[in-house]
């Protein structure tokens, strides 16, 4: 069972547009990443989280700990944007190990 | 400060065959981690080391090993390749100490078994 869920798996929009992908995780989390992945690229990482929000030029990030949940805002989506974005926690401890969830692939049409 | 290197960025063998794959870290890094990502199971933890140490392992056959070098460099294999073995294969750097969890992903190798 993935412990990490995201939603929704697959989004279109119109360039411009406000968009948002969810991210929830079933126990206590250390941080939480948000990270990018191109067609046939790498893995960017966008954001790490552990509290409150985070923003970088089109892109923020919120997390939730009571909730469990966290959110990727992207404003003024532009047909650059398309790529697959995937949330992925680390559960602390001794190690860097992730969980990841399953992706949601985004798709900005001018 | 050069980011994470992975070598070859492309790869083809046929089942039955061994493979090893190189992950060089973010200077000062001593924590990698390795992920397999399929289009089937998306990105699953393989195993990490830290200070040539395993420190952690995911839920794969004995078929996939690894080590870690003094200077932090890592490398992993894989023994007796089945097609299911196909996939990226990425690493990730990070200072691997308590609190510091920001992660660097490489380019990943693309694993292809005939």
């Known amino acids: 069972k993935n412990e990490v869920e995201q939603s929704p798996q697959n989004l279109t929009a119109q360039e411009g547009e406000f968009i948002t992908i969810n991210c929830s995780y079933s126990?206590?989390?250390?941080?939480l990443h948000w990270l990018q992945q191109h067609p046939g690229g790498g893995i960017v990482s966008l954001f790490m989280?552990?509290?409150g929000k985070k923003k970088h030029g089109r892109l923020i990030a919120t997390i939730n700990i009571q909730e469990k949940h966290s959110s990727l805002h992207i404003t003024a989506s532009h047909p650059r944007d398309s790529a697959v974005y995937i949330c992925?926690?680390?559960?602390?401890?001794?190690?860097?190990?992730?969980?990841f969830g399953t992706g949601t692939l985004l798709a900005v049409q001018p | 400060k050069a980011g994470v290197t992975q070598t070859p960025r492309y790869l083809i063998k046929t089942r039955g065959q061994q493979v090893t794959l190189s992950c060089s870290p973010i200077?000062?890094?001593?924590?990698v981690s390795w992920y397999q990502q399929t289009p089937g199971q998306g990105l699953q933890f393989l195993f990490e080391?830290?200070?040539?140490?395993?420190?952690n392992k995911g839920n794969f056959p004995g078929r996939f090993s690894g080590r870690q070098f003094s200077n932090s460099r890592s490398e992993m294999n894989v023994s007796t390749l089945e097609l299911g073995d196909s996939a990226l294969y990425l690493c990730?750097?990070?200072?691997?100490?308590?609190?510091?969890?920001?992660?660097?992903f490489g380019p990943g190798t693309r694993l292809t078994v005939t």
């Open positions: 990730a750097s990070s200072l691997g100490t308590t609190r510091s969890y920001e992660q660097y």
């Open positions: 126990v206590g989390i250390s941080a």
């Open positions: 989280l552990s509290s």
């Open positions: 992925a926690a680390h559960y602390g401890g001794a190690t860097n190990k992730l969980i």
């Open positions: 200077s000062g890094h001593r924590s």
């Open positions: 080391y830290f200070s040539e140490t395993q420190r």
